[in-house]
């Protein structure tokens, strides 16, 4: 079974410095991997994405991710925090099944971001 | 840019009533799911629905869960007999294939079960 490992429920930056948000996932075959952030009483909106091709994925709001098929991970990183990065951040995994993925879902990590 | 609509964005419950939540897929998504996150826990999958019928279910879908695509255009999930613990957010997604394409969330509708 398909599982998302996130390490650290908290992670606290100051204002321009650098996010690293971790992620390690489990599967038997390469996954479909993916980041969502939820600002508070929202919904979850894609970050980025990885479905094959390159292994360093850019997202929006100069959010990136590589994948990194040895160490099982994929990491989220922003190289200057900004004070509305401040959300929760969800790691997730799905197979490569012909239809029907279902997301199965890290823990969440909050970010803070101090001025 | 289009949006997963959910209806209502709260809603409070007697335990033992019958709650219906609403959705409005992306209208070319194919692929329908409902997700739901208890306060303080990670985001569960629940069921997913390709043509007309359910795919993939979790052992959180029970009996006291089903749902329907009654007209072409709305997505529901209905729980028959409400529990204390089904309390929390109900996210519903669609998606326009495989998980390639990602899958777009709406903003969920927040049930309170007292």
């Known amino acids: 079974a398909q599982s998302v490992t996130q390490l650290g429920s908290h992670v606290s930056v100051s204002e321009g410095a650098l996010v690293l948000l971790r992620c390690n996932y489990s599967?038997?075959?390469?996954?479909?991997l993916f980041w969502y952030v939820q600002y508070p009483n929202q919904g979850l909106q894609l970050l980025l994405k990885?479905?094959?091709?390159?292994?360093l994925v850019k997202g929006i709001n100069d959010f990136e991710a590589e994948f990194k098929k040895s160490e099982t991970s994929f990491h989220l990183t922003k190289p200057s925090a900004h004070m509305s990065d401040a959300a929760e951040y969800f790691c997730a995994v799905s197979d490569r099944r012909e239809y029907g993925n279902k997301l199965v879902f890290g823990a969440g990590t909050i970010l803070r971001v101090k001025s | 840019e289009p949006e997963v609509t959910q209806t209502p964005s709260h809603q409070v419950t007697q335990m033992g009533q019958e709650v219906i939540l609403r959705c409005v897929p992306i209208s070319n998504h194919l692929y329908f799911y409902w997700y739901r996150q208890i306060l303080g826990q990670k985001v569960e999958f629940l069921v997913s629905f390709y043509n007309n019928e359910i795919s993939e279910k979790s052992e959180i879908f029970d009996d006291q869960f089903s749902v329907e695509r009654p007209d072409g255009s709305n997505f529901t999930l209905k729980i028959r007999s409400t529990k204390l613990e089904d309390s929390a957010m109900y996210f519903c997604?669609?998606?326009?294939?495989?998980?390639?394409?990602?899958?777009?969330f709406g903003s969920g509708t927040r049930l309170t079960v007292v």
């Open positions: 997604a669609s998606s326009e294939g495989t998980g390639a394409y990602g899958y777009t």
């Open positions: 599967s038997s075959v390469p996954p479909y």
């Open positions: 990885y479905t094959s091709a390159a292994t």
